[in-house]
């Protein structure tokens, strides 16, 4: 059946090692658009940060799917969907830090808390690794132990929030957050070093059937290329799904009818599409 709408992840899948898309991708997306092939822009980055990148990539998506799904916005940048975390249940999430560890009687962080709020990047802590991965434009605020002392009325409109550290660490975080929310919060790793949070129900694969349900368009229609675990959900609703070589081995294995393809670091998405579109 014919694919009428394309939906990629960000990193790992669109973007290259250095965060950025290749000219070549950039120019095999455009010729999508010329055959009037839907471009859905799908990632676990906050809207702020994505849209500087469409900016500078000349990219035109159709919809654009941000922080896992807690937004939608069309392509003129207008907001279609919002979903955010309580501010009572995301008071809680900033409290996290002292459950996981004592040490010598004090609790022990061993990860960094980062919230999305509206068009805000409060941390606890910079980490230029992770700065790094964003736009300039996007700078993240460092509050430092403030951080811990906000309250609900001051965690309105916060789309996402999430953890980065160890891979063993974020996993104990993750059964913890899992055991004690599971009814509010949905966590999936979108790297092996990072959580994401968002509400219950909030999942890239249902930002997929929103976008298809506004397009009047079939789920079997859809081909969704990604990386990690967060992608998960919409690679198994879609009619065609496509992995990437790069990606992580418990989504391979979570989703075996996926068609693995290049890495990113090698256009994967991009080959993959001529092949699909402009090959005949």
């Known amino acids: 059946m014919p ?86 249940l995301v008071e809680k999430m900033v409290q996290l830090r002292g459950l996981l560890g004592e040490n010598n009687g004090e609790a022990e962080k061993k990860f960094v808390t980062n919230i999305y709020r509206e068009a805000e990047w409060l941390t606890d802590k910079l980490v230029p690794q992770a700065q790094a991965a964003f736009n300039e434009e996007f700078p993240c605020q460092v509050l430092g132990d403030k951080l811990f002392e906000l309250r609900s009325d001051d965690l309105k409109g916060v789309h996402e929030v999430w953890f980065l550290g160890h891979h063993e660490e974020l996993l104990r975080l993750q059964a913890f957050i899992t055991r004690t929310f599971s009814s509010e919060l949905c966590c999936t790793f979108s790297l092996p070093y990072l959580i994401d949070c968002v509400p219950a129900g909030v999942t890239k694969g249902n930002g997929v059937r929103e976008v298809a349900e506004v397009l009047n368009m079939k789920l079997e229609d859809v081909a969704c290329f990604g990386d990690g675990m967060n992608d998960e959900s919409m690679l198994k609703i879609a009619g065609k799904a496509y992995i990437m070589e790069n990606g992580q081995q418990e989504l391979k294995d979570a989703v075996p009818h996926g068609e693995v393809i290049g890495s990113n670091t090698d256009d994967g998405v991009a080959k993959k599409l001529e092949e699909l579109f402009f090959s005949h």
Do not use: W
Request: proline share 5%; net charge positive; with cysteine.
């Open 3 to 88: 694919i009428k709408a394309v939906v990629a992840d960000m990193d790992g899948t669109l973007l290259n090692s250095n965060h950025r898309i290749s000219e070549y991708t950039a120019n095999v997306l455009r010729g999508l658009k010329e055959k009037g092939i839907h471009l859905i822009v799908a990632t676990g980055r906050p809207y702020p940060d994505v849209f500087k990148t469409i900016h500078k990539c000349q990219l035109e998506p159709d919809f654009i799917i941000t922080s896992n799904g807690g937004r939608i916005h069309d392509g003129n940048f207008k907001l279609v969907r919002e979903h955010n975390i309580q501010p009572d």
